[in-house]
């Protein structure tokens, strides 16, 4: 059972920032992916950014150069620092984590709530 809960959405201006947060609690994998994805209205979820147990990441193409995930020393908080933002950016960010077993290599995702981004003026 992993728990995640999200935080630092809210409304920003085009050319802002926001950095979003999501602590999990419970039993994270020693291979692991903790990532975010978002949902704008009347698209489909797509993925962000993503972080693996190794510290390899990896960007959507919309975001790269703008958008940074990274994590706590514990590895139980992910951020994502998001600069330059556009209102192309508009969407519910989600917090995921995927647990992946070593031996079978099978996966168990876990999902945040969502927390809502809007970059307007």
């Known amino acids: 059972q992993v728990e995640l809960v999200e935080s630092g959405g809210g409304l920003v201006q085009p050319g802002g920032s926001l950095r979003l947060s999501c602590a999990a609690s419970g039993v994270i994998f020693s291979l692991n992916v903790m990532g975010w994805y978002r949902q704008a209205p009347g698209k489909q979820r797509e993925l962000v950014a993503a972080i693996t147990s190794e510290d390899a990441t990896n960007y959507a193409d919309s975001v790269k150069g703008r958008f940074t995930i990274s994590r706590d020393s514990a590895k139980k908080t992910v951020y994502l620092q998001m600069n330059s933002l556009k209102s192309e950016d508009t969407a519910v960010y989600y917090c995921?984590?995927?647990?992946?077993?070593?031996?079978?290599?099978?996966?168990?995702?876990?999902w945040g709530q969502g927390t809502q981004v809007t970059v307007s003026s």
């Open positions: 995921n984590v995927r647990n992946i077993e070593v031996a079978t290599l099978m996966t168990s995702d876990y």
